[in-house]
């Protein structure tokens, strides 16, 4: 039999999967409108054989353009924007610490120069960093058309001042064309411990790969209801794997910077 600390770890386990499977179903329903208006501009770019970037600036929603890039069942049209600066894996204050410096996110927009006819997808859980508005602000500057994946409730909940807002305090959903509220609570962490003093078990990946996923989901499907079938990553570890990618790899080798 299992013991009373045993059992009590089940529940909260089991808590957790229903809390998160609650905000997935809360993305699924309030968000269906916005998640469908994003896919038709994904669609159009595909359909017209134009890259779709994604760029996730901020310690691990850089998992979010991961999530989406280079993945079995993706799309090969996205191109992930995979800047250094932010990774987690070049240390994680060094990671806080850049995506919270203004003028960041400018010079990695530029670098990728972005423009008329392109289209972007920033997913951060948060949507405040510094770095993450510079990118908005700079690519619509620039001309892109901007799709945005953050926690409205947390972006509205966080204070003016707080140290990771660009000067602007403006918050991720205000800036772009199409807003997906991911519906990240804040603090991110979900699960409360007897005797602990910090929440734990944090929400926010599942919530941007659930998003994001949405979005491939949509796209494929307008694109097949318009007779076009695009190319679609097969896992290298699948049988016939590699023969499949490799059908495209030169169409997209040299188009997509970090493939």
């Known amino acids: 039999m299992p013991d009373t600390k045993t059992i009590h770890a089940d529940v909260l386990c089991a808590g957790y999967l229903s809390d998160v499977t609650a905000l997935m179903q809360s993305i699924l329903i309030d968000e269906r409108d916005a998640l469908d208006r994003a896919a038709s501009r ?3 770019q595909v359909a017209a054989d134009r890259l779709v970037h994604v760029y ?3 310690g691990h929603s850089n998992l979010a353009a991961q999530e989406i890039f280079f993945r079995a069942g993706g799309l090969m049209h996205v191109s992930a924007i995979l800047d250094e600066g932010t990774l987690l894996s070049n240390g994680a204050l060094r ?3 850049v995506e919270r410096t203004p003028g960041y996110g400018k010079i990695v927009i530029d670098d990728q120069r972005l423009g008329e006819g392109d289209l ?3 997913a951060n859980a948060y949507g405040i960093n510094a770095a993450l508005i510079d990118a908005a ?4 500057e620039r001309g892109a058309f901007l799709i945005g994946f953050n926690s409205h409730a947390h972006a509205n909940g966080s204070a003016p001042t707080h140290p990771a807002r660009h000067p602007t305090r403006q918050n991720l959903h205000d800036i772009v064309d199409i807003a997906i509220d991911t519906k990240v609570p804040i603090g991110d962490a979900l699960v409360s411990v007897d005797g602990v003093s910090e929440n734990i078990a944090a929400v926010s990946t599942f919530a941007n790969a659930f998003a994001l996923n949405c979005l491939v989901i949509r796209t494929v499907a307008k ?4 007779g076009v079938e695009p190319p679609i990553w097969r896992s290298g570890n699948a049988p016939g794997g590699d023969a499949a990618n490799g059908r495209f790899l030169a169409r997209f080798r040299d188009r997509v910077r970090w493939l």
Request: hydrophobic share 55%; charged share 20%.
């Open 42 to 44: 994904v669609a159009d």
């Open 120 to 122: 972007l997808i920033l």
């Open 137 to 140: 602000i700079t690519a619509r």
């Open 223 to 226: 694109l097949a209801e318009r």
């Open 56 to 58: 996730g600036p901020g």
């Open 95 to 97: 990671s806080m610490a």
